[in-house]
């Protein structure tokens, strides 16, 4: 019976993962087709919110990759992949005032940034070493060190659960600068808005997979260990 469970989960966790990138990609190439009224890039929308809430210092840069864009805290950049840099596309504007909106939480000091910035270490720390617990604890026989692997995974997992409202803020912070400096027209901001909320389902993903993975793992070594 568990041996079906864990399979069942697998499926499922393969469907999460496909179905969330599958939607924001069909859904950011079909945005990015339709090219915003006032001609502006992406680098100038994020200019045009960066300037508008007294970040002058912070750069904007082009970085190479699809969907590579971020905004580095400690650095103060916002990095915008090549398209979403040059381009006029409502895809391109949404996403880089995405990005801005984290620009925005790191100036206003808003505490789940600071959380999830906190988690770094750790979670770079339990990515190695929760799995390297776990193979140990099997090669070894020690469920002790399988459990404590487990529990690395665990912090993986209040990671993205951290991360989640952080992207979802951004997002808010990001439609309100695209309707207060009339970045896109209403129509736009419509279509802007189905962007952001097609990437936000990636982050629910990732956080539903992540789960999935702890329960799968909890699954199998609890069974060998009765």
Not at 50 to 55: K, V
Not at 84 to 105: F, K, L, M, R, T
Not at 184 to 202: F, M, P, R
Not at 212 to 222: G, V
């Amino acid at each position: 019976m568990n041996i079906v469970v864990i399979y069942l989960l697998t499926i499922v966790t393969v469907i999460i993962t496909v179905s969330a990138q599958a939607y924001i990609t069909s859904t950011y190439n079909e945005y990015s087709k339709v090219m915003n009224k006032r001609n502006i890039s992406g680098y100038e929308a994020a200019r045009i919110v960066l300037d508008q809430n007294g970040l002058n210092n912070i750069k904007v840069t082009e970085v190479k990759g699809y969907l590579t864009d971020h905004y580095d805290p400690n650095k103060k950049v916002v990095a915008l992949s090549s398209n979403n840099y040059h381009d006029s596309s409502v895809s391109s504007i949404s996403v880089a005032c995405h990005e801005c909106g984290h620009a925005i939480q790191d100036k206003t000091g808003y505490k789940m940034m600071k959380i999830r910035a906190s988690l770094v270490p750790l979670v770079n720390f339990s990515s190695y070493m929760g799995y390297l617990a776990i193979t140990l604890g099997v090669l070894a026989s020690s469920f002790s060190l399988i459990y404590i692997g487990i529990l690395l995974e665990c912090v993986i997992l209040l990671f993205q659960i951290v991360t989640l409202p952080v992207e979802i803020d951004a997002s808010k912070r990001a439609l309100k600068e695209i309707e207060k400096h009339q970045i896109l027209d209403k129509d736009e901001q419509s279509s802007g808005k189905t962007v952001l909320i097609a990437a936000a389902l990636t982050y629910v993903a990732s956080v539903a997979t992540a789960l999935i993975q702890i329960l799968k793992l909890l699954i199998i070594y609890r069974r060998r260990d009765e």
